[in-house]
Structure formats: structure tokens, C-alpha cells
């Protein structure tokens, strides 16, 4: 059964867009005991979906507010996306992490703040969810288009990402030395691959 099957059978209440449901299904597949973190869970329906979609899954959770709807194998952890201290405690306890998920502020710089002290803590996966949700931008194919601030940011973050993974001939760095195995977009989602 498909994740967004799931969490429609179970009236799962999780904010989640149905095409990241697809995404997640692909990447949760390659895992039989799949480590899961999500930054940002707000009233933590999206842990109690990955915990009962994912029966053998190590699920954890982190957000500013507390969480009340846990489910009894999810651990969880009250502190700030942008609080590196708080961020290397919960991952030298609970890491290291198949899956890293940050739905959390959506904002530029907390989100790279977590990127750089969470990335050293993922084997697989570091996903971004609606790292444009605060931009208007008009289609690329619009005369008018310009990039908002915000969305600029994290397309920036991006493009560094593809920059660092394109290896020119006689470039100083030696093919394979990125962290980075790949990045996919997706419309609202980022998917890095770490290597």
C-alpha cells in the first residue's frame, strides 16, 4: 500500500503535499529499519504517520512547540532549528539518521543552519519540504519573472550544492570528494543525496 493510501485509510491529519508522499515511498523503500528525523513537526501527525506506516522505523521528532499527538514509539525533542547545541545533542543521541526531514521554519537561515550541523549526522537522505513557500514568484516564463528574497536564498543553497557537484578537469577538488552525491527538485522539495 502507497504512503498516501495509508494515510487516507487512516485519516492520518499529517501536512503533508500527496506528491512528497510519493517521494517518501521511493525513499523509504531502500530502508528495512529506516532512522527517521523531522525538524519541525508541529502537532506531530507526520511522526505518528511514519511511525505507523513504517512499523520498524526509529522515528524522532524536533519543534520549537510541544507535541501532543505522539505516537508511543516516537521520541521527541523541544528546541530550536536554528540552536546548534541543541541540534549536535539530539543527533549524538538519536543519530545517525537515514532520513532527515526539515519542515520546519522555512525560513533561509534556520533551515541552513541545520543543514550544516545535521548533514554530518545523515547517511542517506537530507529532504528540504517547502523551502519556497513564502515566495510569489510568477512563472520563469513570464516576462516579469523575478525571484523572491527567501526563495533566492535557498536557490542559492541549491546551486552551490550542483556547483560543488560539478567537477571540472584540473579543478583542485578530485572527483568523489563531495558530500554531496546529488540533488533532486522537486516542485516545493529539495532531496540531497549525501555520498
Known sequence: MSLQSFKQLTNNKADKNL???????????????????EIGVWQGESLRLWAEYLPTAKVVGIDNNFCTHLHPRVKFYQGNQSDVSF??????????FDIVIDDASHRSGATLVSL???????KKY?????????????????????????SE????????????????R????????????????YENLLVITKR
Not at 550544516?116 to 545523515?122: E, G, K, N, Q
Not at 572527483?175 to 552525491?181: I, L, R, V
Open 19 to 37: 506528491h512528497y508522499l510519493d517521494i517518501y515511498d521511493r525513499l523509504f523503500s531502500e530502508f528495512s529499519f529506516p532512522s527517521i528525523l
Open 87 to 96: 541540534l549536535e545533542d539530539v543527533a549524538k543521541k538519536e543519530g545517525p
Open 116 to 122: 550544516r550541523t545535521i548533514f554530518p549526522y545523515v
Open 126 to 150: 537530507y529532504v528540504i519540504e517547502d523551502w519556497a513557500c513564502y515566495t510569489e514568484c510568477s512563472s520563469i516564463f513570464d516576462n516579469n519573472y523575478q525571484p523572491q528574497k527567501n
Open 153 to 168: 536564498y535557498l536557490l542559492d543553497l541549491a546551486k552551490n550544492i550542483m556547483e560543488e557537484l560539478a567537477i571540472w
Open 170 to 185: 584540473g579543478s583542485a577538488r578530485k572527483f568523489g570528494s563531495s558530500k554531496f552525491e546529488k540533488i533532486e527538485i
